[in-house]
């Protein structure tokens, strides 16, 4: 380590690599996904600002969002770029944000991390932006218009990476940013996972005509995003974690801001509405509140 003298001990290196995830992963799943995608909360600005601002290197809040409700609207057909089913795993994982089919360039761009942080900083505001008339009701939103124009979005995703990358190196020197290195690439892989993994693999306990699945193992370490096929089956849903046992720490922290104040308008399906479209009708939890009628309404 030369003469860099380390502040922290590396004991406090997990910690320290859990407070920098925890963050983005909310900002991905509560805010661009759940929130703002399908409006199925309302998030103080004092919480949403800063969550997106945090996750930006996933994309413009109004490319993301627009991306996303095509996704939707179009899922698991040839229209849809996340369908692996369609257009193979690399292409739904990665490819679709170069337009790039080569298996090679795939597995380069979602492995490269903060190079592939500091690519999107110019690349991402620039492309994929066609279905942003979707997302007309974000960019009416001064601070995430603001956050999608090339030079601001390019500020924030260096600045992300700046801080992260320097940070990390004051407190425990050169060898941590090899780790850094790690949960920076699993940002990406596991986020587009969400998108590709779960339209080939995981449970499908609801009728749905997509391919979508549920993945334990990718809930866990998403935030609850890997609850795909719930998500899918029930989009304005803030709780994707519908059944017994499936934890989903994004519905936990927006319940925590609900009863701060931070939060309002939880919009989640009734006992009923699940046991009515569950494949299997079994015994549910009774304390998934009903919808408003607004709320009926899926995008």
């Known amino acids: 380590m030369g003469n860099h003298v380390r502040m922290l001990s590396w004991w406090w290196l997990p910690v320290w690599m859990f407070a920098l995830a925890a963050p983005v992963a909310l900002g991905v ?6 929130v703002l995608t399908h409006r199925s909360a309302v998030i103080s600005p004092l919480v949403a600002y800063p969550l997106v601002a945090i996750a930006a290197p996933a994309g413009t ?4 969002i627009g991306n996303h409700r095509h996704h939707h609207r179009v899922t698991d057909t040839p229209d849809d770029p996340h369908s692996p089913g369609e257009h193979g795993f690399w292409y739904a994982h990665a490819g679709w944000y170069l337009g790039a089919r080569s298996v090679p360039v795939c597995i ?3 492995v490269a991390g903060p190079i592939r942080m500091l690519f999107d900083a110019w690349w991402r505001p620039r492309t994929g932006m066609e279905f942003a008339h979707l997302a007309r009701d974000v960019a009416r939103d001064p601070f995430y218009r603001w956050l999608s124009r090339p030079g601001p979005y390019a500020a924030v995703v260096v600045s992300h990476v700046l801080i992260t990358w320097s940070l990390t190196w004051l ?20 986020g587009d996972a969400v998108n590709s993994w779960t339209h080939l693999h995981g449970d499908r306990p609801f009728r749905s005509d997509d391919h979508s699945g549920n993945v334990a193992w990718l809930a866990l370490l998403t935030a609850g995003d890997g609850w ?7 989009p304005t849903s803030i ?24 939060a309002s308008d939880l919009r989640e399906p009734s006992p009923e509405m699940l046991r009515a479209r569950l494949v299997n009708p079994r015994p ?3 304390d998934v509140r009903p919808l408003s009628p607004r709320s009926q309404r899926s995008r």
């Open 29 to 34: 799943s509560l805010m661009y996904h759940r």
């Open 171 to 190: 407190l425990f020197g050169p060898w941590a940013l090899v780790v850094l290195y790690a949960l920076q690439v699993g940002y990406f892989v596991l």
């Open 61 to 64: 809040p109004v490319g993301w």
């Open 228 to 234: 795909h096929h719930n998500h899918h089956v029930f």
């Open 284 to 286: 549910l939890r009774s």
């Open 108 to 110: 380069l761009y979602s």
């Open 239 to 262: 709780r994707h974690g519908l059944l017994p046992g499936q934890v989903d720490p994004s519905y936990g922290f927006c319940r925590g801001l609900q009863r701060l104040g931070l």
